[in-house]
């Protein structure tokens, strides 16, 4: 299986930061890359996929880069609406697999 | 609108099956466009995907479950359901049905998700 990790685990940023987060791939999945925003008591919602398409409806300053092994998510502005957990999820090989998830707060 | 729901009993034994419902509304799980698929979260491990059920009921499941989970679908009620046998605690979480669209080999891309319920392993 492939073992999908995430720095940081929590950060705390002030509304308008550029915030980045990381995801590193045990081994080479190319762009099969999911990253999903999770807020308390709700289901995981998509909002990139294919390492760095914005799902229709999901807001511009929400973007995600990179192939391979190593992948990035960044929120261009950080919101108060924008304070929850995301996880990246690899799809290239069965099964698929989350990362353990980054926690994003307000300072 | 797509929506998915799950039901089914939120406390189990521990040895016995944990079963679950989901049911989907504004889609069909007759289309062959689609795996419906199954995946519980955790404190102790996380977002862990279980596996996936196709319209002409074939189905797929994580290895660390296999000989443990059973997956069917029933088209004429449009619902597909889960069935884990030989619970213990370990197996308590919150547990999602999710729509994944098929996109040839890939599995994996879950665009629709049901609310979650909570499952509890205890006697």
């Known amino acids: 299986d492939i073992q999908m990790t995430q720095s940081p685990s929590s950060l705390s940023a002030s509304v308008g930061d550029r915030v980045t987060i990381t995801c590193q791939a045990s081994r080479d999945i190319s762009n099969s890359l999911n990253w999903f925003q999770q807020k308390p008591g709700t289901a995981p919602k998509l909002l990139i996929h294919?390492?760095?398409s914005l799902e229709t409806g999901v807001p511009s300053r929400f973007s995600g880069s990179g192939s391979g092994t190593d992948f990035a998510f960044t929120i261009s502005s950080l919101q108060p609406e924008d304070v929850a957990t995301y996880y990246c999820?690899?799809?290239?090989?069965?099964?698929?697999?989350f990362g353990p998830g980054t926690k994003v707060d307000l300072k | 609108q797509v929506q998915l729901q799950e039901s089914g009993p939120g406390l189990v034994k521990p040895s016995q099956t944990l079963s679950l419902t989901c049911t989907v509304s504004g889609d069909s799980v007759s289309s062959g466009d689609y795996y419906w698929t199954w995946i519980r979260q955790s404190p102790v491990r996380g977002l862990e995907w279980i596996g996936y059920?196709?319209?002409?009921?074939?189905?797929y499941t994580t290895s660390s479950l296999r000989g443990r989970v059973s997956l069917s679908v029933d088209t004429s009620k449009n619902q597909f359901s889960l069935k884990l046998t030989s619970v213990t605690a370990a197996d308590t979480a919150v547990y999602f049905c999710?729509?994944?669209?098929?996109?040839?080999?890939?599995?994996?891309?879950?665009?629709?998700w049901g609310q979650g319920i909570l499952v509890t392993v205890s006697s």
């Open positions: 294919d390492s760095s």
């Open positions: 999710a729509r994944d669209p098929v996109r040839g080999q890939l599995v994996g891309s879950f665009d629709y």
């Open positions: 059920v196709y319209s002409n009921g074939h189905s």
């Open positions: 999820q690899q799809y290239d090989i069965l099964p698929p697999r």
